[in-house]
T-cell receptor
Framework: DAGVIQSPRHEVTEMGQEVTLRCKPI?????LFWYRQTMMRGLELLIY????????DSGMPEDRFSAKMPNASFSTLKIQPSEPRDSAVYFC????????????????FGAGSRLTVL | EDKVVQSPLSLVVHEGDTVTLNCSYE??????LLWYKQEKKAPTFLFML????IEKKSGRLSSILDKKELFSILNITATQTGDSAVYLC???????????FGKGTRLSVIA
């Protein structure tokens, strides 16, 4: 398996522009998580999906952030409009739901998308 | 609210030293504690601990969980420069809710 695949790896954009980050989870994983990481705040959970259904989006900072998971193999995180304070590394991670195998609860992370908003 | 606290926040040691990283947790209906290593890219999984007092070991790294005192430690013996990374600890409850991560310990091993 190629692991969790994220794109783009790096994105530099100007304030006010729309940003779309993409994620392909590990095949067979049924939980997907979006995290944001900064030096100041560490790793913050933004939203997670179980079986493609959004379960908790309370970590999404503002209405400018939205996430979708149209099918089991694809998710997007969109920021519109972007602001400089959104600059961070955004990680997608996937796992099996609890009780569905020995690897359940173990998150596998993608390589991250480094976003810089000027 | 569930939380995980790691200490120290950062640590600088010389090659060959032994280090101990600490993680305390408050997780309702606690199920397991996980350690991850993050170098320049994504966090990579190290250990998952579910039972108290049973040491998990991988090479020079080992970890143990104390469910009575609600903490875990990660030990690294004979440190090498390649051990330089941020080490993240995360707690998991028995439900379907996500891991709760600590802020990490940044370890720097200098030659």
């Amino acid at each position: 398996d190629a692991g969790v695949i994220q794109s783009p790896r790096h994105e530099v954009t100007e304030m006010g522009q729309e940003v779309t980050l993409r994620c392909k989870p590990i095949s067979g994983h049924n939980s997907l998580f979006w995290y944001r990481q900064t030096m100041m705040r560490g790793l913050e959970l933004l939203i997670y999906f179980n079986n493609n259904v959004p379960i908790d989006d309370s970590g999404m900072p503002e209405d400018r952030f939205s996430a979708k998971m149209p099918n089991a193999s694809f998710s997007t995180l969109k920021i519109q409009p972007s602001e400089p304070r959104d600059s961070a590394v955004y990680f997608c991670a996937s796992s099996l739901l609890p009780g569905q195998g020995s690897g359940a609860n173990v998150l596998t992370f993608g390589a991250g998308s480094r976003l810089t908003v000027l | 609210e569930d939380k995980v606290v790691q200490s120290p926040l950062s640590l600088v040691v010389h090659e060959g030293d032994t280090v101990t990283l600490n993680c305390s947790y408050e997780v309702t209906n606690f199920r397991s504690l996980l350690w991850y290593k993050q170098e320049k890219k994504a966090p990579t999984f190290l250990f998952m601990l579910t039972s108290s007092g049973i040491e998990k070991k991988s090479g020079r790294l080992s970890s143990i969980l104390d469910k009575k005192e609600l903490f875990s430690i990660l030990n690294i013996t004979a440190t090498q420069t390649g051990d330089s990374a941020v080490y993240l600890c995360a707690g998991k409850n028995s439900g379907n809710t996500p891991l709760v991560f600590g802020k990490g310990t940044r370890l720097s091993v200098i030659a």
